[in-house]
């Protein structure tokens, strides 16, 4: 009895074992975090004035501030949209948002008494509400500096990690200074003297010395040796690559729809005098309406550039819009 009640033990040990071991098989196995084409800080200007700087990496994203020409930037990271949408740029730039930009919070997350972040993260936001995009994140207990409460939101100094994103054509990327290094001078031995002569006592042996006794060995400790300094060369880095400057015109003319429907866009600027159409217009702003311009004389600043469909009529690309009375 005590046999088949041992073996009935060890059956259901294995069994066990061996469910353990399957159930670590099913479990899923945690995500491998995301990783993408992260830059070391670069540095750029702008090349042009009236530079978007959006919330996220496509013309349908919400303008949070503008740049002017030469405007420096730190750029963080270099971004290609697989798909990009017709008339948008293909490739961006996510920079660290400049100084003079405020961000949003939402004000129930920040302490009332010392302005401390409360929850373990909290979203910077380009906007007074969730429909904008996220621009960055703070820890808990970080202290922001309070500009202005509209509501549920409050307005405060821009962070050091927030970030904005900008069309790449528009920035010119510069190189970083040489960094030079200056050896460090070579140590200077001390003169070397004849040192005064060391007394040594010997204590009174309390017995009698024996023939065989042999007194130890003086270690003499060795001379040190001084280290041989060669300076290292200075490191220069090379120059970054300066991309093409892109064309901006101004042109004048009167705003009508796209008579065809395979046109790259929905508007086209005709001339005052033929009637001809002089470029198809597109607006990367949302927040600029061209309908409400349509049959209007208008003057379109901005970048001109050739679809690879109509290579007869350029695309602008609007970056100010003026209406002439």
Do not use: C
Request: no cysteine; charged share 20%.
């Amino acid at each position: 009895m005590r046999i088949l009640f041992r073996a009935f033990i060890a059956a259901a040990v294995v069994t066990g074992v061996f469910a353990l071991h399957a159930i670590a098989q099913d479990a899923p196995a945690s995500p491998a975090p995301p990783s993408g084409p992260v830059l070391q800080p670069e540095h750029g200007v702008t090349r042009q004035n009236n530079v978007n700087v959006r919330g996220q990496a496509t013309i349908n994203s919400e303008v949070i501030a503008r740049l002017q020409k030469n405007d420096p930037i730190t750029i963080l990271e270099a971004i290609t949209l697989k798909r990009p949408r017709q008339d948008e740029p293909a490739r961006w730039y996510r920079i660290v948002m400049p100084t003079n930009v405020a961000v949003w919070v939402n004000t129930a997350f920040i302490d009332a008494g010392t302005k401390a972040v409360k929850p373990r993260r909290l979203n910077l936001r380009g906007g007074p509400g969730e429909n904008y995009s996220i621009v960055g994140r703070l820890e808990r207990g970080a202290v922001v500096n309070v500009i202005d409460i509209k509501g549920d939101w409050t307005k405060i100094e821009t962070p050091t990690n927030a970030f904005g994103f900008v069309a790449a054509h528009l920035v010119e990327r510069t190189p970083a200074p040489a960094i030079v290094t200056t050896p460090a001078p070579e140590p200077v031995a001390p003169a070397v003297t004849n040192p005064p002569p060391v007394i040594t006592e010997v204590a009174a042996a309390t017995t009698p010395a024996t023939p065989d006794a042999v007194a130890p060995p003086v270690a003499v400790p060795p001379e040190p040796t001084l280290p041989v300094v060669v300076p290292a060369p200075a490191e220069v880095l090379p120059d970054a690559p300066i991309e093409k400057v892109k064309k901006v015109v101004s042109r004048e003319g009167v705003l009508k729809g796209s008579v065809s429907i395979q046109a790259p866009t929905y508007f086209a600027l005709h001339s005052l005098d033929t009637g001809k159409t002089i470029n198809y217009v597109f607006s990367p702003s949302t927040n600029l309406m061209l309908r409400q311009f349509k049959g209007k004389r208008i003057v379109v600043t901005g970048e001109e550039l050739l679809d690879e469909r109509w290579q007869n009529t350029p695309v602008l690309i609007i970056d100010a819009l003026e209406l002439v009375p």
